[in-house]
């Protein structure tokens, strides 16, 4: 009897107006921080990922992306590559230590990335495909691309390697250099 009891009121409680469904937990998405990694390592083991020009909490928004080795072989990703997860899905990547989102100069071959205050314009909206391409939106023949040369940065041991960021045509060729991922650590 005393079971019986408890399993009803267990069922009113669970079925008041404020209970959380099985339905509602599916609905919420959770972010996280991930880092965008290029897929082919090149010439650094660590790999490469997208990174604010600058050192990590001391990063410089104004200065723009670049690709990095990525700092994640340190244990956790760095506030400088940590994009958020969800924003990604929605077409924007958005770095929220730093409250910026990627933005290409133009969206034409050749043209440089930015970082700016989110906003929603058409050089901000991005899609990474299945094929691990990021396109502009507006331009899916335009890959985001890691340049051909390299340089080293200031630090790590191994030293730390740094290559630019374009847009350019997608080509099966570049493939080594267009091909991206993301991941919550290395």
Request: with cysteine; aromatic share 8%; net charge neutral.
């Amino acid at each position: 009897m005393k079971k019986l009891i408890f399993i009803k009121m267990l069922l009113l409680v669970s079925c008041g107006s404020e209970s959380t469904t099985t339905e509602s937990i599916n609905n919420s998405k959770v972010s996280f921080p991930v880092e965008i990694y290029l897929t082919n390592t090149l010439n650094d083991s660590r790999g490469y990922c997208l990174d604010i020009i600058g050192y990590k909490d001391n990063a410089n928004v104004s200065k723009g992306l670049q690709s990095h080795s990525c700092y994640s072989y340190q244990g956790q990703i760095s506030v400088d590559q940590g994009f958020d997860s969800e924003r990604i899905s929605q077409k924007e990547f958005y770095i929220p230590h730093f409250k910026v989102c990627m933005q290409a100069q133009k969206i034409q071959e050749s043209s440089l990335i930015d970082l700016k205050a989110c906003d929603k314009n058409e050089n901000q909206k991005f899609i990474l495909q299945a094929n691990g391409e990021i396109n502009p939106e507006s331009n899916l023949n335009l890959c985001l691309t890691v340049s051909k040369t390299f340089r080293e940065g200031g630090g790590g041991s191994p030293i730390h390697l740094i290559r630019d960021l374009s847009l350019e045509i997608c080509d099966e060729s570049l493939i080594s250099y267009q091909k991206w991922g993301t991941r919550k650590s290395n």
